[in-house]
């Protein structure tokens, strides 16, 4: 779908089209826009499946990512938790000999690619006795496989941190900076704790096995915040930062903390924008990330039918599992639960791999909303089993944090900064979602165009005279 846009630089007003089916952007008279940077060109794109409830995906090795929810206990209540809402309904944690003896029968792994296991909660290390012999037989097997989880650091002490160093693995530290309270408890006001979580950072820094991984809601909003906050705790100003997006909403207690207004979206966008092209979030290695996604897709020219889910989950080589073998749509869910569109969050076990479906799930394809939306290259559809009222909060986050990347690619593409969009045919974009800041003058206005975030795998183009 076509859409024109409106911009300043300084040059004054200037008009573009960008369609998001073939990543095409051109100035209004139709002009190319010529890239400011030589962008290489990405691995080929090949189509993905479509999935949905009446045409459900396959999962099939090899696989690449494979994600082991070890349970959904946690020692901590988030109040945005993605996974409160599955918790009644969780089974028992299963057995490690039991899910290892099967093992082989089902997982196959590309020979010369080592495939990623990712252990998950709850909180991974509250299954401290499930998690090592785990670990340790599957590093036994696959010694080139990479190793991962995500862990609120609570329950990290010295004997922990050797472990995990020794394993090789690459550990995310949840924790919101400033806005921790409303993860809970804060285990950097624990000195032994504090000191574990450091002497993790300082380890595994240097290989590039470690970020504290901060999410943005209502109470947690600004990533120069953010970013300060850890560069503080670390005395590391290159300290990598993960996830760094904005929270979907699983439940009424995610909606309370996504934005609730007009007004409360249009200020987290200036706030947002100013804040990265001032070099004040350049640590969010997500945000950069998309960027330079983003501008890649432009350069050249990524095709809509080859953008699966945000999660990678709809993918046939990425695969849930709990320790009784049951695949589930993702590692967030309980095998006993169903999915908003009425299908069950078990697609099946690893005994019948083969017959597993996934049904339980939405392409942003089958969604009325997603082909007609802007940001769709960079939002991809947010999350795929959310369905009714909780899917358009998390719909309405997404874009607001998507305009954010939208508009810091186009400036750096362009020169100029995206003020309003609006589509070209059929019914126009929502009057929240064409005027991208709220206010022309407040973002605009006299904006000198600064490239300010770091493209590290983009250089600029050199001039032939």
């Known amino acids: 779908m076509r859409f024109v846009i409106d911009a300043l630089g300084p040059q004054g007003r200037q008009r573009f089209v960008y369609d998001n089916v073939t990543s095409s952007l051109t100035q209004g008279d139709g002009r190319p826009v010529a890239m400011p940077f030589e962008i290489p060109a990405p691995a080929p794109w090949q189509s993905v499946s479509a999935i949905s409830r009446d045409t459900p995906g396959l999962k099939g090795g090899p696989f690449r990512r494979i994600k082991i929810q070890l349970g959904l206990q946690c020692n901590y209540a988030c109040s945005y938790c993605n996974q409160a809402s599955q918790r009644p309904a969780q089974e028992g944690a299963g057995r490690v000999d039991a899910f290892l003896a099967t093992l082989a029968t089902w997982l196959s792994v590309e020979r010369h690619r080592a495939p990623t296991f990712e252990f998950w909660g709850g909180e991974p290390l509250v299954y401290w006795k499930l998690l090592q012999p785990l670990a340790e037989a599957l590093r036994q097997r696959h010694p080139d496989a990479g190793l991962f989880l995500i862990t609120n650091g609570a329950l990290l002490d010295t004997a922990k941190v050797d472990w995990l160093d020794r394993m090789g693995f690459a550990v995310g530290i949840s924790h919101d900076g400033p806005g921790q309270a409303a993860r809970g408890p804060d285990p950097l006001e624990v000195p032994a704790t504090r000191a574990a979580i450091l002497d993790l950072y300082r ?22 915040q953010v970013q300060a906050f850890f560069v503080a705790l670390t005395g590391d100003a290159d300290v990598p930062i993960g996830e760094g997006h904005w929270i ?26 100013a804040e990265a092209r001032a070099g004040c979030a350049s640590n969010f290695g997500a945000l950069r990330g998309k960027v330079e996604a983003f501008m890649a897709s432009i350069a050249h020219r990524r095709p809509a039918s080859s953008l699966g889910q945000k999660c990678g989950m709809d993918r046939a080589d990425h695969l849930a599992v709990d320790l009784h073998g049951n695949v589930l749509t993702c590692q967030n869910v309980a095998a006993g639960t169903a999915a908003p569109n009425g299908q069950p969050h078990r697609l099946g076990t690893t005994a019948a791999i083969e017959r597993v479906a996934l049904a339980s799930g939405t392409h942003w394809s089958r969604r009325p909303e997603c082909p007609r939306c802007p940001v769709l290259h960079i939002c991809r559809g947010s999350c795929m089993f959310l369905e009714g009222p909780l899917w358009q909060t998390s719909c309405d986050a997404a874009y607001s944090d998507a305009v954010v990347v939208f508009a810091l690619a186009f400036e750096l593409l362009t020169g100029t900064v995206p003020l309003r969009i609006d589509a070209l045919e059929g019914e126009p974009l929502p009057d929240t979602r064409r005027d991208l800041f709220g206010s022309d003058a407040r973002v605009g206005a006299g904006a000198v165009v600064r490239r300010v975030i770091p493209i590290h795998s983009m250089s600029p183009v050199r001039s032939s005279a």
């Open 203 to 224: 380890r595994f820094k240097p290989q590039g096995r470690v970020s504290f991984n901060a999410m943005l809601h209502r109470g947690n909003a600004s990533r120069a």
């Open 248 to 273: 979907d909403a699983y439940d009424d207690a995610g909606v309370r903390a996504c934005l609730r207004s007009p007004a409360e979206h249009a200020m987290f966008r200036r706030q947002a924008f």
